[in-house]
């Protein structure tokens, strides 16, 4: 038996040391995002604001949030501002969102909106309010009574919520004022529009093209309204992952273009948006030939897909971690931002995500004796922060292990490690390679240039990540 496995390790490492060098992703200066989702303070806020020491608290959470998605540098934050026809600022339109004190329309004592601008600002990142649109709430909600007396034929009660009329001509102007407010008042980088279709439930009973007039005129009013105040804001939307059929793919009747009235291509073509970050929560072919879709119509502007990273949660999903790997890898190989959705399952590091993001979003940081790879193209300081190599720390403090371009030397296996056989995957996950653990050293000469996980195999099959390595030659 023992024979007979070690000649299907060296089979293994026959075929895979004879293959063609593997490209390795090239990073390119691109959105990297999270949505942080207030409502019910599921991301944030944990702690209800209620006094000055809680006060305190609340802002922590948030700095600490903060200080670890520049780690993994995220440069964009899309925090929901407006929630259900509340909001998270002193508004003069609507009221208090529940989120910050446990009470809707109660002030938490502070500017939650400004805090949160001032501390992204001060780490190089972006932030953008997320407005969202035309669901208000349950039917008895705060955001609900308030827009209903005000506006009483602007509301329409679907199952037990409401929402906003998108065939009623004056609910962009509404929507439009309050994306104004903010744009008058705080120093955002964008508005971020949500929910900007019709509602689910919604039995649309115009002609789709009537239906995308409606949604696009609401879409026109917020620019107009917000560009009138300053040119260089932007405006995004997060239209459903998939715009429309695409002549090999269904999208099985859940697309943006006719589904729900979204023609998001067209705000970016027309000039209406500057950005979109289109919710792609599906794998396989439901997700890559619809993400190289929005990458050919992106009409110069940015694009980061929605990436739905909630279903590596084993309550969620059943995706696993080399789903949103591969995402990833096709995303930065066609030009395409990213963004998690949501800010809680990065952070809980979920299958090892936010381990993995350190050295993905990373690779120009490695330590100074490797001498680091070409260097990641800087943005303007506003939207991408600068990191100290001092600051960088490989996944789980694992090594990166010294290399000349041709031998890689290995840590001592010792007496507990059962290992004959090494493993050099790439940071996408993929297996380049597979090299003999006999000793201290190994064979690298046939590895293209580039940064690898390196892993041990033992016979039973079981893998131990060792470290990491870069492979760089003159």
């Known amino acids: 038996m023992k024979r007979t496995l070690i000649l299907i390790y060296v089979l293994i490492a026959c075929i895979t040391t004879k293959a063609q060098p593997m490209a390795v992703p090239t990073l390119t200066d691109e959105i990297r995002a999270v949505w942080l989702t207030t ?45 259900r026809g509340t909001v998270i600022y002193p508004s003069s339109l609507e009221p208090w969102d529940g989120c910050l004190t446990g009470k809707p329309g109660r002030s938490p004592g502070y500017d939650p909106l400004r805090f949160a601008i001032d501390e992204c600002h001060k780490r190089g990142m972006e932030l953008h309010a997320w407005v969202v649109t035309l669901p208000l709430g349950k039917w008895n909600g705060a955001g609900c009574r308030n827009m209903a007396s005000k506006y009483p034929k602007l509301v329409r009660k679907i199952g037990q919520d409401g929402f906003m009329n998108p065939e009623q001509p004056q609910t962009g102007d509404v929507i439009a004022s309050v994306c104004e407010e903010i744009v008058r008042k705080y120093d955002v980088d964008g508005i971020h529009l949500d929910y900007i279709r019709y509602p689910d439930g919604w039995r649309i009973t115009v002609s789709r093209s009537t239906g995308r007039e409606h949604i ?44 729900v009235c979204q023609d998001a291509q067209g705000w970016l073509r027309s000039g209406l948006m500057d950005q979109l970050y289109p919710m792609m929560y599906f794998k396989g072919n439901q997700f890559f030939p619809f993400a190289i879709n929005w990458s050919e119509n992106k009409y110069g502007k940015e694009v980061a897909a929605g990436l739905g990273i909630y279903f590596l949660d084993p309550h969620e999903g059943n995706w696993k971690i080399d789903e949103i790997k591969r995402q990833l890898a096709i995303c930065r190989q066609y030009g395409l931002g990213q963004c998690f959705f949501r800010a809680k399952f990065l952070l809980d590091n979920v299958q090892g995500l936010y381990d993995y993001l350190l050295i993905w979003n990373n690779q120009d940081l490695l330590p100074e004796s490797l ?104």
């Open 371 to 474: 001498g680091g790879l070409p260097p990641l193209p800087v943005a303007p300081a506003s939207s991408n922060p600068s990191v100290s190599r001092k600051q960088f720390t490989p996944i789980a403090n694992l090594p990166f292990l010294q290399n000349d371009g041709r031998f890689v030397t290995l840590p001592p296996k010792g007496k507990t490690l059962d290992a004959d056989v090494i493993i050099v995957k790439s940071l996408t996950g993929v297996d380049v390679a597979t090299l003999s653990y006999r000793g201290t050293q190994a064979s690298i000469s046939h590895i293209p240039c580039g940064t690898y996980e390196i892993r041990s195999l033992n016979r039973k099959g079981i893998t131990h990540r060792l470290g990491y390595m870069e492979v760089k030659r003159k």
């Open 39 to 83: 409502i019910g303070g599921i991301d944030w806020p944990r702690t209800y604001a209620t006094s000055p020491a809680t006060i305190e608290q609340q802002k922590r959470e948030l700095t600490q949030m903060l200080d670890r998605l520049k780690r993994i540098r995220i440069n964009t934050v899309l925090l929901q501002t407006r929630i």
């Open 216 to 259: 696009t005129s609401i879409v026109r009013k917020i620019n107009s309204a917000i560009k009138s105040i300053r040119k260089d804001i932007k405006l995004s939307c997060s239209p459903i992952g998939k715009y429309e059929d695409l002549s090999r793919y269904s999208s099985r009747g859940w697309n943006a273009y006719v589904g």
